[in-house]
């Protein structure tokens, strides 16, 4: 454990970048999923099209071989992107071909009378989405989306691969140097730390999903009750 200790500093560095690549990832993930899943909803031949070919393209590519592709096949067209850029742009476009069924998906499970009804009422589209289906849709969505946020932020770990100094990379060079330097190998001591932090991390993730879940079951619950 003194190693933890000691090189604290460099640890707490690489921590915060991998939050920091986790949270850029999610936030551009869930942005795109959940525009591009409410638009695969819509009567639109073409655009459907469009982005079934999207979700298929990207959900067949393996992850790592998303971010070699990307990071390595980037310059070749003449952009250079960082490490971190690279990462980011390889897990947001699997994960949010993967969050764009998960939405999609949710938003078709509402019942389909829930739909005719707004229409009869006269209710404009985004009325429609907005007050009707996306609250009836949430409890259907969010189990499947937090166990992608999950994956996304374990994926983060492959940033190590190109050069990020995540987490993981971090563990990696503590690990080296001792051994190296010091003639002490605490690999076990150190992936112990990673395993931890990553589980707390993901942990709390699907804490937040429960309450989440549990928050709407007792809405539900009460809107449902007759009143007096």
């Known amino acids: 454990m003194e190693f933890v ?3 604290w500093g460099f640890i707490s ?10 949270l850029v990832i999610l936030m551009f993930t869930t942005l795109i999923s959940v525009v591009l899943g409410t638009l695969a909803t819509v009567k639109n031949r073409p655009l459907s099209w469009a982005i079934h070919g999207y979700v298929e393209l990207f959900r067949s590519i393996p ?22 850029a690279a990462v980011t742009l390889g897990l947001t476009l699997w994960g949010s071909a993967n969050g764009i ?3 999609r998906g949710g938003l078709l499970s509402v019942p389909r009378h829930q739909w005719k009804s707004a229409w009869a009422l006269g209710l404009r589209p985004w009325h429609i989405y907005v007050y ?19 994956l996304l932020v374990q994926a983060t770990s492959l940033g190590a691969l190109v050069g990020v100094s995540e987490f993981l990379k971090v563990g990696q060079i503590i690990v080296e140097r001792s051994t190296m330097m010091g003639g002490v190998n605490p690999a076990f001591t150190v992936y112990s730390v990673v395993l931890l932090v990553y589980f707390v991390i993901c ?12 928050r709407l079951g007792r809405n539900a619950s009460r809107l449902g009750q007759p009143q007096p």
């Open 5 to 7: 200790i000691e090189n």
């Open 13 to 22: 560095k690489g921590l915060l970048m991998t939050l920091k690549l986790a």
């Open 63 to 84: 992850l790592i071989v998303n971010v070699f592709f990307i990071f390595f096949g980037a310059p070749l067209l003449g952009i250079n992107l960082s490490p971190f």
């Open 101 to 103: 069924e998960i939405v």
């Open 132 to 150: 009707i289906v996306v609250p009836q849709s949430l409890k259907a969505i969010l189990p499947a989306y937090t166990g992608l946020l999950t």
């Open 203 to 214: 942990s709390a993730l699907t804490w937040l999903s429960r309450y989440l879940e549990r």
